[in-house]
C-alpha cells in the first residue's frame, strides 16, 4: 500500500528555548523568514505526501492557523500590488491538506504518534518530527519511502553522530543490507534498538533522527508500550519491538529497516544548531547571501566576538 500521509508531532513545549517559547511554539520560530514547521511541511509535500495531520496541543493554534488562509493580509498585499509576498503569504496554504488532532497530555512521542491513529487508519504513513530540518537537496524521505515499497515494514533515519552524543538519541544494533546502483544512502537492518544510553553501553554510534516511514502494526505496539525513559511512552521502545520480533522469525512480523543518512540536517530544537541552520540558509539565499556572506567574512576576519573586545 502506498505511503500517502505524514504525521507531525508538534506538542512539545520548547523549554530549551524560553521565554522565546512562552507564548510562540517553537516550530514556529522563524529559519530566516519561514517557520521551521513550515519547511517540514514542504518536504512532506514535496514527495507526494499531501495528507498531513499535526499533532498539537492546546497552546499551539499558531501552529494550525499558519496552514489557513489570511483574508485580511491577502487583501492588504493585493490592494499594494505586492504580488512576490502575496505569493509566500498563500504558499504555506496551499501546501498541503493540513489536519490537527490535539495531544492532551505531553507523554512522549510514541504517545504523540498513537494520537494519529485514527486519522492514518490501516495504511503505513511517515512521521516528520517538526523541529528537524532536512536540506531540500538532500533527498532522505523519497528514499525512505523506496527502502519500505521494497522492504515493507517500518524504515527509520539514521545518522552517525560522535560517540560522545549517543546518549541524546535513540541508537541502533544493525546489519547490512546490500544496496543497488539507485540507492543514494546505506540501508541495514534494525536488530536492537535502545534510547538514549549511556556513552559506555551504546551499540553504535547509530543515532535516530527525526524521519520515520511506520507501518500501521505501531500503533497497536504503541497501546502495550509502558512509559519508558523520562517517564514518556517512547517510540523508540515500539520499534524495538517491531525490530525483535522480525529478528526471531515471528508471525506476521515487520521488518524494521534504516536509511543512514549522510547528507545536510538541521536540528532547530537546539540553539546553537537552530543559529546555525538561519546562517546556513540565509547565506546560501539569492536575495540575502550576497549582503549576509560578506558580511559574515568580515565578522569573522576582525576577530568575531573576542575583535570586538579590542
Known sequence: MPVTKAVIPAAGLGTRFLPATKAVPKEMLPVVDRPAIEYVVEEASR??????????????????????????????????????????????????????????????????????????????????????????????????????????????????????QVSMYGVATVESVPTGPDDRYGIVRIL?????????EAPSNLAIIGRYVLAPEIFEVLRHTEPGRGGEIQITDALRT?????????????????????????????????LKAVIRLACERADLGPDLYPWLEEYVAAGGPKGNLS
Do not use: N, W
Not at 501546501?95 to 512522549?108: F, I, K, T
Not at 536492537?192 to 559506555?200: G, N, R, Y
Open 192 to 200: 536492537d534498538l535502545v534510547e538514549k544510553p549511556p556513552v559506555a
Open 242 to 274: 517491531l525490530a525483535l520480533h522480525a529478528a526471531a522469525g515471528g508471525a506476521d512480523a515487520q521488518p524494521v529497516h534504516g536509511v543512514v543518512f549522510t547528507g545536510r540536517r538541521y536540528d532547530t530544537g537546539d540553539r546553537v544548531d537552530y
Open 47 to 164: 514527495v507526494g505526501l499531501r495528507d498531513v495531520l499535526l499533532v498539537t496541543s492546546r497552546t499551539k493554534k499558531a501552529i494550525e492557523d499558519h496552514f489557513d488562509r489570511e483574508a485580511d493580509i491577502e487583501a492588504a498585499l493585493e490592494r499594494k500590488g505586492d504580488e512576490t509576498r502575496l505569493r509566500r503569504v498563500r504558499a504555506s496554504a496551499e501546501l498541503a491538506e493540513v489536519h490537527s488532532v490535539r495531544q492532551p497530555s505531553p507523554r512522549g512521542l510514541g504517545h504523540a504518534v498513537l494520537c494519529a491513529a485514527a486519522h492514518v487508519g490501516d495504511e503505513p504513513f511517515a512521521v516528520l518530527l517538526g523541529d528537524d530540518l532536512i536540506d531540500e537537496r538532500d533527498p532522505l524521505l523519497a528514499e525512505m519511502l523506496a527502502v519500505q515499497a521494497r522492504f515493507g515494514g517500518s524504515v527509520i533515519a539514521l545518522m552517525e553522530v560522535p560517540q560522545e
